[in-house]
């Protein structure tokens, strides 16, 4: 539920705002918005002014829907996309509604986030990872007196099948792609399954100060969660064959000095920018190296945005048929013996396996692309 989550999105969200506007007719537009509607089996409510902090079913008049229509009792189904594991209505996702007041302006979207299980929506300006990544997106709109707005909540950890009550594992929708199976609940057909990040000037300028003469690989073996990133001592391994190997590359390292209450390492026989860069530039950056090795997460999914070679690290809390991208190449390094996606952050069998991987799985695969 962090960053990389919202960078999923970010593909739907073009796409759904591409296929409203791609008529020329404003009419037309309408129809399609009213076609997801119903394909959703949504309730079309105008929204004219919400106040971004509060739950949205609580601003509509709930007499009034539950007289408009006969919804399931006890429950307000704004967007009927639900599941009903442990006999619960769940979370929402898709176009809530829409207001129209000029022909001429394209639809926007304004976005809501949330996460399943909780019942609680914000605005996206709210929502630090979210707004991080849609920063300067130019289909959504944060203006609310926008004259064609299409409201639509996102929800980052959508993908997920049944309350993860403890915190430790997870029960996901792993059988087909996040993005196909986003499109597929709200009915979108035409979609590309890469997202986009909008960096500002300052931003692209920032990053071309450091950006090296000499071809260059990018790194990074750890995640925000510890206990599934891959061995130091192995990926330093790595680097140091690296460094023999291909003498004409730098090798490129970019850390924080803590996120989500991980530190970071810096790694011997490598150039490292240490807080120098924010999450947006750091992934810009990375898509400048001829190949990028790195966790799955964040830096994995928005380095799919740009279609950078891309070596992934899976370590069995995402199955890579669910997140892995033309781009990349998925090695999960604790899938020994059998032993495949157990969506468990404190499985003793992955902390095991992590640490006897072959390290020479990830170097061959190095040897492949840069050869």
Request: charged fraction near 20%; aromatic fraction near 14%.
């Amino acid at each position: 539920m962090g960053l990389g989550d919202y960078i999923h999105w970010t593909a739907i969200i073009r796409d759904t705002y591409n296929y409203i506007n791609e008529p020329n007719n404003i009419n037309e537009k309408i129809d399609r918005l009213n076609l997801l509607l119903n394909n959703n089996n949504s309730i079309d409510i105008p929204i004219t002014n919400i106040n971004e902090s509060k739950n949205i079913k609580n601003i509509i008049n709930i007499q009034n829907i539950i007289n408009k229509r006969n919804i399931i009792k006890q429950y307000i189904l704004i967007n009927k996309k639900y599941d009903k594991i442990d006999n619960k209505i769940k979370k929402y996702i898709g176009i809530i509604s829409y207001k129209h007041t000029n022909n001429t302006f394209p639809f926007k979207i304004y976005l809501y986030t949330g996460k399943k299980y909780i019942d609680t929506y914000t605005n996206i300006t709210q929502n630090i990872d979210a707004f991080e990544v849609f920063k300067n997106n130019p289909y959504i709109i944060i203006d609310n007196t926008y004259p064609n707005i299409i409201y639509f909540n996102i929800i980052s950890n959508y993908y997920w099948k049944q309350n993860n009550h403890d915190g430790i594992t997870m029960y996901v929708h792993d059988d087909k792609h996040i993005i196909d199976f986003y499109a597929s609940e709200l009915n979108l057909i035409k979609y590309n399954k890469e997202g986009e990040l909008y960096l500002s000037n300052t931003e692209i300028l920032n990053v071309k100060k450091y950006l090296p003469q000499k071809k260059f690989i990018f790194v990074s073996y750890q995640g925000k969660i510890n206990t599934r990133s891959y061995s130091k001592t192995k990926f330093q391994n790595i680097i140091n064959k690296i460094k023999n190997k291909f003498i004409n590359y730098d090798i490129i390292q970019i850390i924080p000095e803590i996120y989500k209450n991980t530190h970071f390492d810096k790694l011997d026989n490598v150039i490292t920018y240490k807080n120098n860069f924010n999450f947006r530039e750091t992934i810009f950056f990375a898509s400048h190296a001829k190949l990028c090795i790195v966790p799955h997460g964040g830096l994995s999914i928005g380095l799919a945005c740009y279609k950078t070679p891309t070596i992934c690290l899976y370590s069995s809390l995402f199955n890579p048929k669910m997140t892995t991208y033309d781009s990349e190449i998925a090695i999960n390094f604790t899938n020994i013996m059998g032993h495949n996606y157990c969506y468990d952050i404190l499985c003793n069998i992955c902390i095991n396996n992590k640490n006897t991987h072959d390290e020479n799985e990830i170097f061959e695969k190095i040897l492949e692309i840069l050869n």
